[in-house]
């Protein structure tokens, strides 16, 4: 088949790799209709290097139509329309039965002390091939398929895979009481659909970003959405009667634009020898945490801060003194797909389409220009918010 494989920092490319195959009674495989390209896929495109080999198949967000199934499958069939969670989980361990798939105890990868396994990313969370490709293995299908209907097109479901129920979670954990305010900070497709799942909601909603046409995309929604300036932490306590919003979503991450000494460390990491990288990644503060410190100022004392960007330093330094003062409580964590999907599938469904999912992508291209939307993507050109791969029809 072919497939999107990493080939070295800033380097992808498509090709043919062998077919995958049902190795455990409990798989399926899904002829693969439609994958995106994630903002974290950018961190392996960028940094993670070091836990990935040339070759390694990428992508966690993939839907499709199941070709066959093994023996010990019984939840869905050859035929079903699925939508893949980008998290491997068992659906019957401790953990997945109290909501905490992401952290599932049958496919945690021990080896490196991280949560459940993923597609597509890193020997971190397993080295699990990802989906961007034209046939994706499904580990433990019946748990890990969401079969949905044939109706609706592929963009209605897909993002449940990652980013929707990433985005939800993000609003969910920022804890903001009915009618409070809520800053997103970062208008990338999780933050985009995090400051419309807020408006939903009925929250006050303000956002960050500065790109322009993300800024435009939010505020059609009705969110109020401002650039990237040293006075915006003032501009928002302005507009949220000089406390500061009730909950920020840090839906940008370890990437942030800003923290100059930790962009030059991530470049360092990114051509040092695998052999000493992996250990300065798992040791060191490597992250930009520009977008976090904003969103420790910037909260209400007694607010909440969510994490949904991903960060990956051990070291990093955080304003305690601060947090401790303004009593700051932090939530964060990989999403926990499964857990939201029965409050997320009848939005998608609705024929209003209150999530705006239908207005999200920006690219739709077949599986041969994923190298170049990956560049795209990561640079922020051409209006790039959100890029749809097409495999198969």
Known sequence: MRALTYQGRRSVSVET????????????????TSAAICGSDLHLYELFGPFLDRGDVLGHETMGVVEAVGSE?????????????????????????????????????????????????TKLYGQVPGGQAEFLQVRLADANCIVVGRDLPDESYLYLSDILPTAWQGVEYAGVPD?????????????????????HRGLEVFAVDPVPE???????????????????????????????????????GMEAHGSPIAA?????????????????????????????HTALELVRRGGVVSLSGVYAGEADIMPMKSMFDKQVSLRMGQCN????????????????????????????????????????FQKK?????????????
């Open 264 to 292: 030059a460390a991530q470049t360092a990491v990114g051509v040092l020898p695998d052999a000493i990288a992996r250990p300065a990644m798992e040791h060191a503060g490597i992250d930009r945490l520009a977008a976090l």
């Open 73 to 121: 499958v019984t939840r869905v069939a050859v035929g079903d329309r699925v939508v893949i969670p980008f998290t491997i989980a068992c659906g019957e361990c401790f953990m997945c039965r109290n909501g905490l798939q992401s952290q599932c105890e049958t496919t945690q990868v021990k080896e490196h002390g991280s949560g459940a396994s993923l597609y597509g990313y």
């Open 337 to 376: 797909v499964a857990r939201w999907i029965p409050t997320l599938l009848p939005l998608v469904e609705d024929s209003a389409d209150p999530l705006g999912v239908l207005d999200l992508a920006t690219h739709r291209v077949p599986l041969a220009d994923a190298p170049a939307m990956y560049e795209t």
């Open 179 to 199: 009618g409070g305010s809520i800053t997103v900070l970062g208008l990338g497709p999780v933050g985009q659909l995090a400051a419309r799942i807020a408006k």
């Open 214 to 252: 993300r800024r435009a995309l939010a505020e059609r929604y009705g969110i109020r959405a401002l650039d990237l300036s040293d006075d915006v932490v003032a501009e928002l306590r302005d507009a949220t009667g000089g406390r500061g919003p009730d909950g920020v979503v840090d839906a940008v």
């Open 381 to 393: 050109e051409d209006g790039c918010i959100k890029v749809v791969l097409k495999p198969s029809p």
């Open 17 to 32: 790799v062998p077919d995958p195959a049902i190795t455990a009674p409990t798989d399926a495989i899904i002829r693969v």
